[in-house]
């Protein structure tokens, strides 16, 4: 269907309409008199063939169309707004911005802080919002990209989208530091004997995804959505971890764990920013990106070397 016989202020009635579910909030919140939300919503309900909004009672209720409409009319909303905020040009040291940014707390520990204090330094008038990524981030991931300026995360996990590479990382298995069962080097065997916690979304670990490659099936025991709470749950437990050493490190001393090498060969992890196509030509976009490139590139220069071996308490 091509745009030009569409009516798109169509699309701000509609995403209210289907939010709100009432003609007269609808029409407040865009701008609209009842008369012309109703009228609104008559050309909505002609052009899709659907009452889209059904009465239930003294309510209304959305049909099986609009709960489908409901996700796209918002990504379609959020995509066009940031469509026409693009700007030809982008002065850091005296604009007024706000960027939005998703990422795991790995991400925003090891990246996101320092990135944080080099934006403040050189765009003061620039503010990051970070926000937890979403766990269906691989099923939706047009739209999610389409309501922030980027995402931190490996490559690996999606594809399909620009993407600029930051710094790697290798893998490190934490341990309890009481933990006498596992001696100066874990092994295979330590792998499928003992229980385990992990991040809740495993696909974003490809190191662990090789276990089962190498017939290891981990026994979780706990999965939890914070890379930062895993030293803490495996301290004083017979519980293993995989997890970032550059994060590792960072956390080394918070809780009472070992640090030990895989005992396989565990594929490095290459941390990017990806970003919706719809950015790629803003001037705004484009110093972000450079700026996060700039800080990513200084982390990749202090490659974190192998872990030294530590015997258990």
Known sequence: MSLSGLDLNLVLSLRALLEERNVTRAGQRVGLSQPAMSAALARLRRHFDDDLLARVGKQY????????????????????????????????GSEEHEF????????????????????????????LRFQR????????????????????????????FPAV???????????????????????MDDLARLPWVIYQRAYDAPAARQLSMLGVDPRVEISVDSFQALPFLVAGTRRIALVQQRLAELLRGVAAVRLMEPPYGAVPLQEALWWHPVHT???????????????????????PGRIATVAPR
């Open 133 to 160: 990524t979403p766990i269906d981030v691989t099923e939706e991931t047009a739209p999610l990209l389409s309501t922030a300026d980027g995402l931190l995360m490996p490559r690996g996990v999606i594809s399909g």
């Open 61 to 92: 209720e959305l049909t099986a169309l609009g709960r489908a409409l409901l996700d796209r009319t918002s990504t379609a909303c959020d995509l066009l707004e940031r469509v026409f905020s693009s700007r030809a040009d982008f002065a850091p």
């Open 165 to 187: 590479d930051l710094y790697t990382d290798r893998w490190v298995f934490l341990v309890a530091e009481t933990n006498d069962e596992v001696g100066d080097q874990l092994t």
């Open 281 to 303: 030509h803003d001037a705004a976009h484009i110093w972000l990106r450079e700026t996060a490139a700039r800080v990513g590139a200084e982390l990749a220069a202090s490659e």
């Open 100 to 127: 939005t940014l998703l990422t795991s707390d790995y991400a925003l520990a090891v990246f996101g802080a320092e990135f944080a204090r080099t934006v403040h330094a050189e765009a003061p008038g620039v503010r």
